[in-house]
């Protein structure tokens, strides 16, 4: 990996150290030139006659991200974010009264919103996920979880809540958000029916660009939660017919210049390798959870067996507020990620009400061990904030850190069995009402 080359490619790099990579990260050149040069296109031709002319260029994301999913490219849709994929299939489903859905804790606030919308007469009852399943004659009809939490450097076990879906045949929607970019994804082996993902963290596309993969199964058997003409076809006055392929669950507007773009980020992460970038962001996480390790009055909280990219951390005498201002002043940029972002996870790692928020910076391969060992020179006599020493800024890289304040003891309830179904989270169960969307 030739980081010198990464780094020239990356024009943000040369004036600030971004570990943002898990909100928003900095885009290869390649790919803001991409979007130039549609947009110029447009105002030259106009937007139909763009599309026209440049129909190559937009099949792009399909085959990069069918490639890097190791699925087909009609499986594969093009959205505007990853909550409208998500969306798109999620509210499709046909739900009865009495259906049961199984999430975790680390749910994304987006999605756990949804489960609330469909109404749920008894929630958050934890347990472990193949017992859950069996506790009651009829089976759920979805399991839901997030791969990677917003706030978090867990990986969850994607593949074994994937076996115990198939073995159930119970329809799987896996949130690959956070994961999506910085590790290897491979769609047969996770066993998820559908795959959610966003263009703009780790894969380094633009914001306002998302895509769903659903599985040719599971298309078989459900639709998309809203059509229109792109989608579908009228065909007479009460009737019509689906696209045949994923792009049922796409609608004729969105950003083609977007679009453009993110077949060019899948394609430039694909060249680099994803095998060679999950080494890089995990060596380089590894190296800066030691390094912080080192420093007074800061605690890492990061648990499981497997880590990624996402570091999370608290400094007690800095709230997660001054953490970011004072990397701001410096040229170095994170995020905060408050409470209602994952609520249930923050009831349960949070010591009291009142610490509801987080730092979290994110890696990207490019950055070299010399950047992070100046990051995590931290100062903390200075005031009013705290001060960080940087000797040399930090180019783009896939990863992320976050600060955020949890037990002393750093322990988590763990209701998945290790054994069986390694995700080591507590499994919520909802009890839908009658749903709007309930069919027939």
């Given at each position: 990996?030739?980081?010198?080359?990464?780094?020239?490619?990356?024009?943000?790099?040369?004036?600030?150290?971004?570990?943002?990579?898990?909100?928003?990260?900095?885009?290869?050149?390649?790919?803001?030139?991409?979007?130039?040069?549609?947009?110029?296109?447009?105002?030259?031709?106009?937007?139909?006659?763009?599309?026209?002319?440049?129909?190559?260029?937009?099949?792009?994301?399909?085959?990069?991200?069918?490639?890097?999913?190791?699925?087909?490219?009609?499986?594969?849709?093009?959205?505007?974010?990853?909550?409208?994929?998500?969306?798109?299939?999620?509210?499709?489903?046909?739900?009865?009264?009495?259906?049961?859905?199984?999430?975790?804790?680390?749910?994304?606030?987006?999605?756990?919103?949804?489960?609330?919308?469909?109404?749920?007469?008894?929630?958050?009852?934890?347990?472990?996920?193949?017992?859950?399943?069996?506790?009651?004659?009829?089976?759920?009809?979805?399991?839901?979880?997030?791969?990677?939490?917003?706030?978090?450097g867990r990986v969850y076990s994607a593949e074994a809540v994937g076996r115990v879906a198939q073995r159930e045949g119970i329809t799987y929607l896996?949130?690959?958000?956070?994961?999506?970019?910085?590790?290897?994804?491979?769609?047969?082996?996770?066993?998820?029916?559908?795959?959610?993902?966003?263009?703009?963290?780790?894969?380094?596309?633009?914001?306002?660009?998302?895509?769903?993969?659903?599985?040719?199964?599971?298309?078989?058997?459900?639709?998309?939660?809203?059509?229109?003409?792109?989608?579908?076809?009228?065909?007479?006055?009460?009737?019509?017919?689906?696209?045949?392929?994923?792009?049922?669950?796409?609608?004729?507007?969105?950003?083609?210049?977007?679009?453009?773009?993110?077949?060019?980020?899948?394609?430039?992460?694909?060249?680099?390798?994803?095998?060679?970038?999950?080494?890089?962001?995990?060596?380089?996480?590894?190296?800066?959870?030691?390094?912080?390790?080192?420093?007074?009055?800061?605690?890492?909280?990061?648990?499981?067996?497997?880590?990624?990219?996402?570091?999370?951390?608290?400094?007690?005498?800095?709230?997660?507020?001054?953490?970011?201002?004072?990397?701001?002043?410096?040229?170095?940029?994170?995020?905060?990620?408050?409470?209602?972002?994952?609520?249930?996870?923050?009831?349960?790692?949070?010591?009291?009400?009142?610490?509801?928020?987080?730092?979290?910076?994110?890696?990207?391969?490019?950055?070299?061990?010399?950047?992070?060992?100046?990051?995590?020179?931290?100062?903390?006599?200075?005031?009013?904030?705290?001060?960080?020493?940087?000797?040399?800024?930090?180019?783009?890289?896939?990863?992320?850190?976050?600060?955020?304040?949890?037990?002393?003891?750093?322990?988590?309830?763990?209701?998945?069995?290790?054994?069986?179904?390694?995700?080591?989270?507590?499994?919520?169960?909802?009890?839908?009402?009658?749903?709007?969307?309930?069919?027939?």
């Open positions: 990996m030739d980081l010198v080359k990464l780094r020239a490619e990356t024009v943000g790099s040369q004036a600030r150290a971004h570990f943002n990579n898990a909100g928003s990260a900095l885009p290869p050149t390649a790919v803001v030139q991409a979007q130039h040069a549609y947009l110029d296109l447009e105002a030259k031709l106009g937007g139909y006659e763009a599309v026209e002319q440049q129909q190559m260029a937009l099949e792009r994301p399909y085959a990069a991200l069918a490639q890097m999913l190791s699925c087909e490219p009609d499986e594969i849709a093009i959205v505007t974010s990853a909550t409208t994929a998500w969306q798109q299939v999620f509210f499709g489903l046909p739900f009865q009264r009495g259906d049961r859905i199984l999430t975790s804790r680390a749910e994304y606030g987006s999605n756990y919103l949804a489960y609330i919308q469909v109404g749920n007469e008894e929630a958050s009852r934890g347990g472990a996920l193949e017992s859950l399943i069996k506790e009651r004659p009829q089976k759920p009809v979805l399991i839901a979880v997030t791969h990677v939490p917003t706030s978090s896996l949130d690959a958000c956070q994961s999506i970019g910085q590790m290897p994804l491979d769609v047969r082996a996770l066993g998820c029916d559908y795959l959610t993902g966003t263009g703009r963290k780790y894969l380094r596309g633009p914001r306002g660009s998302g895509f769903l993969y659903a599985s040719r199964k599971a298309m078989a058997k459900h639709e998309p939660a809203a059509l229109d003409i792109h989608g579908a076809t009228w065909t007479g006055e009460q009737d019509y017919k689906l696209d045949p392929t994923a792009k049922r669950y796409e609608v004729y507007e969105m950003s083609m210049a977007a679009k453009v773009g993110l077949g060019v980020a899948v394609e430039y992460a694909l060249n680099l390798g994803m095998p060679h970038i999950w080494d890089r962001v995990c060596s380089l996480a590894t190296l800066m959870r030691q390094k912080l390790e080192e420093l007074p009055g800061l605690e890492l909280h990061d648990k499981g067996r497997q880590l990624c990219g996402i570091i999370s951390f608290s400094l007690k005498s800095h709230s997660p507020a001054e953490v970011k201002a004072a990397l701001a002043s410096k040229g170095i940029n994170i995020s905060v990620s408050a409470a209602p972002s994952t609520l249930l996870d923050f009831r349960t790692l949070l010591p009291t009400p009142a610490l509801a928020a987080s730092s979290r910076a994110t890696w990207p391969p490019a950055h070299g061990s010399t950047r992070v060992q100046s990051f995590s020179r931290l100062e903390t006599s200075a005031a009013p904030a705290c001060s960080w020493t940087v000797a040399s800024r930090l180019s783009m890289e896939r990863a992320t850190a976050s600060s955020r304040a949890v037990p002393a003891s750093g322990k988590q309830s763990s209701a998945w069995t290790a054994q069986r179904c390694p995700l080591k989270d507590t499994c919520q169960t909802v009890f839908t009402k009658k749903p709007a969307n309930i069919r027939g």
